[in-house]
C-alpha cells in the first residue's frame, strides 16, 4: 500500500514558477528512481526529469536550464522547481517512483494522481 500525492500545481504567467512537491507513504524500503512525467493536451505523456537515491539527475532538453529536480531520501519526498515557464509546460505532471517494499521485494511502479500546471497570460 503506497501512495504518491502531488501538490504545487496550479495556473502562473508565462516567465513565472511554481515548485512541485510529490511524497511517497506506506511501507517502502526503497526508491530508485523518482521523476516527473507530464501529459500536455493532445500529446503523449513524456519523462520530464528523475534523479537516483545518489543524486544522478537526468532532464528532458526542453526543461533543462530551467527546471530543478531535487529530493530528500529521509521523507521520501521529491520537488520539482519549475522556473521561466513557457505555455509549452501546460500540463498534468504526474509524480513517478521506481518502489521495492523490502530488501527482497520486486520493484515496482509507482504513479501520482497527477497536478495541473497551466502557464497562461
Known amino acids: 500500500q503506497v501512495r504518491l500525492v502531488e501538490s504545487g500545481g496550479g495556473l502562473v504567467q508565462p516567465g513565472g514558477s511554481l515548485r512541485l512537491s510529490c511524497a511517497a507513504s506506506?511501507?517502502?524500503?526503497?526508491?530508485?528512481?523518482m521523476g516527473w512525467y507530464r501529459q500536455a493536451p493532445g500529446k503523449q505523456r513524456e519523462l520530464v526529469a528523475t534523479i537516483t537515491s545518489g543524486g544522478r539527475i537526468n532532464y528532458i532538453d526542453s526543461v533543462k536550464g530551467r527546471f530543478t529536480i531535487s529530493r530528500d531520501n529521509a521523507k521520501n519526498t521529491v520537488y520539482l522547481q519549475m522556473n521561466s515557464l513557457k505555455p509549452e509546460d501546460t500540463a498534468v505532471y504526474y509524480c513517478?517512483?521506481?518502489?521495492?517494499?523490502?530488501?527482497?521485494?520486486?520493484?515496482?511502479?509507482?504513479w501520482g494522481p497527477g497536478t495541473q500546471v497551466t502557464v497562461s497570460s
Open positions: 506506506g511501507v517502502i524500503f526503497s526508491i530508485d528512481p
Open positions: 513517478y517512483s521506481h518502489i521495492r517494499k523490502g530488501w527482497t521485494s520486486r520493484w515496482d511502479d509507482y
